[in-house]
């Protein structure tokens, strides 16, 4: 395939030739630990330098032998939709001691290996940084019992590291999220979902015991992604009293017709005093109190077990490259560092400034000062408290602001996973800050026709972890019944309009905001949240619904994949959807371990499909089994889907068969993923509090009147935050014939895909920094993590 255009090629400045690299996992196992292994070794054997398989974490570097042996491409096949570590992980005592480390050093030294990838978490980190200090005394000891020559010393004199937290606790400080924590959430939110239909039967109350050790993060976000009635976390825990606020809240949600409650209690919860507050005890006061039927479910290990999410083989992916590098650009002065996740950028922060951020959390909840224990969990937690504080705790009437606004939202496009997510949390926020929600039922149709009613805050319950959209969703554009809505916005007095949807969405902000010199009524705040599972609009890295459709495409090919285990060699030809927006074949492929992925970005012919065929061919006959081609559904008028099945199927004749598959609207269908739940819910709450301030702003004379391109924006995610844009700036940067961006961010993966599928090819490393300091990695205005 054609090779896009790079600032900077690595391997012209960045050679792994006569270097050794062990990567090993250590500490507990987390859900896409294979895939940052995987990435470690496909990367460091493309640079040229040898790779190592250290088995059984520290316990096989003290041991030596055969667990430590050279890794091969064709050793990491396979692995990459595998859940835990296939090189396995242990907790050792050995290393511990200086004996141990003087074992290890000797075990390294004798394989020539000086760069360290340790993949675990805050426990095994700073093990890693303590055998790096110690390293030049411990050759110099080995030197002194004769286990090595002298020259050794000069030879391997410096021990390099790079981490990768691997943990679904998502307790370690410095990054946004850690591998296995997103697919730990799907365990969890798959259980609560499964749970809710049984409960709602019976009227029945559960209490919920999710892991995390002393963070709740997990608790709170699946919390947060449910709507659970109830969250019980360590670093904040309940007021006293909190038991009868809690059995007061429980009886007026069963009071306002519904017919179940969630509690959720992180495994480390505590109460003020530093008491633990367990499943029992809740299960017994609810009981005591209200009489209400309760259960209790532990989820346990279940959380750590399973196939990686879409969202932890993509992060670990990018990790693994990441962390090659560091260790090829790294020097004798350089700080051991981890690869870590801000926003939506991999960066690399001084490992021991993270590890000592995350032992000053426990000090803080030791000593009771909860307030900063949550604030150096990070922007993030503290985001996801402040919203799961303001959608689950409805005020008294008596103390809500008096605004006088009346705020609509609507769906627009096609239905995409967490548009329910976004309009509750748009309801509730709005009604938080005084105004009165209106929904409009099928998009512009809808509101031309005057299908617009209020919605209360009880009207949303539920809503959190419903597909599609509820409020009905249409592609019909406002241009044509201009008048009409504004004939309704009149009626109804509409002062505020959120819009939730795709492309469409964008087009109709741009009609309205044209109109607004005919037509006043246009003339009020609106806001956009991009909500697609084509991920084709412009202003924003990532939209509503895209991980759901990931999670779809990839678990789907896993599937695919294994239905041909057993049987002679076979080749797959998927064919996704995305308009001409390549996002879902490329990040999809990048996920599901593809050969190839053909999309309208990157144009392709003859020739290239060609060369794809040949190079799946030379690896058939040597070692992989089955092969996967995605094709993003415009990506060629004349490369179709059955052209490439076809082609692939006569020239790869006597080596491979071929199958196909067209996914179609599966990947639009289906329950949001946590991921889509979450992003929904937060970025639907600042728009929202950012409508609020437009309101006020723009309220002069007994009515509010703007007029502004300020007035009239986009909310989207820009590498490290969250970022409100005129969408008439937008327009500049988008490709209308096509409906797609100009500059797509995810279009610098496909170099990574190509590389882990054993292709030559480029690799822009201009996003690679330096290392940056934990307190500076953070923009001071961004409270958006991609992840939740």
Known sequence: MAQPDSKKIFFENLSGAGKAIAVLTSGGDAQGMNAAVRAVVRMGLYVGAKVYFIH??????????????????????????????????????????????????????????TNLCVIGGDGSLTGANLFREEWSGLLSELVQQGLIEADAVQNYSALHIVGMVGSIDNDFCGTDMTIGTDSALHRIIEVVDAIMTTAQSHQRTFVLEVMGRHCGYLALVSALACGADWVLIPEMPPEDGWEEKMCQKLSANRAGMKRLNIIIVAEGAIDRNNKPITTDYIKNLVVKNLGFDTRVTILGHVQRGGTPSAFDRILASRMGVEAVLALLETTANTPACVVSLCGNQSVRVPLMECVQTTQEVQKAMDQKRFEEAVKLRGRSFENNLRTYKLLAHRKPESELPVSNFNVAVLNVGAPAAGMNAAVRSAVRVGISEGHKMFAVSDGFEGFYKGQIKEIKWGDVGGWTGQGG?????????????????????????????????????????????????????????????????????????????????????????????????????????????????GYLATVGGLAAGADAAYIYEEPFDIRDLQANVEHLTEKMKTSIQRGLVLRNENSNVNYTTDFIYQLYTEEGRGVFDCRKNVLGHMQQGGAPSPFDRNFGTKISAKAMQWLSQKLVETYRKGRVFANTEDTCCLLGMHARALVFQPVVELKDHTDFVHRIPKEQWWLKLRPLMKILAKYKTSYDVSDSGQVEHVIHSRPKDSDASVAM
Request: overall charge neutral; proline content about 2%; some cysteine.
């Open 56 to 113: 059984e974490g520290y316990q096989g570097m003290v041991d030596g032998g055969d667990n430590i042996r050279e890794a091969t491409w064709e050793s990491v096949s396979s692995m990459l939709q595998v859940g835990g570590t296939v090189i396995g992980s242990a907790r050792c005592k050995d290393f511990r001691s200086h004996e141990g480390r003087l074992k290890a050093a000797h075990n390294l030294v004798k394989r020539g290996i």
């Open 469 to 581: 959209s509820l409020l009905g969703t249409k592609r019909t554009l406002p241009a044509k019944h201009v008048d009409k809505i504004a004939e309704q916005i009149r009626k109804y007095n509409i002062n505020a309009l959120l819009v939730i949807g795709g492309f469409e969405a964008l087009e109709c902000l741009l009609q309205m905001c044209e109109a607004r010199s005919t037509f006043e009524e246009f003339c009020i705040p609106m806001c956009m949240l991009p909500a697609t599972i084509s991920n084709n609009v412009p202003g924003t890295e990532l939209s509503i619904g895209a991980d759901t459709a990931l999670n779809a495409i990839v678990e789907t090919c896993d599937r695919i994949k294994q239905s041909a285990s057993g049987t002679k060699r076979r080749v797959f030809i998927i064919e996704t959807m995305g308009g001409y927006c």
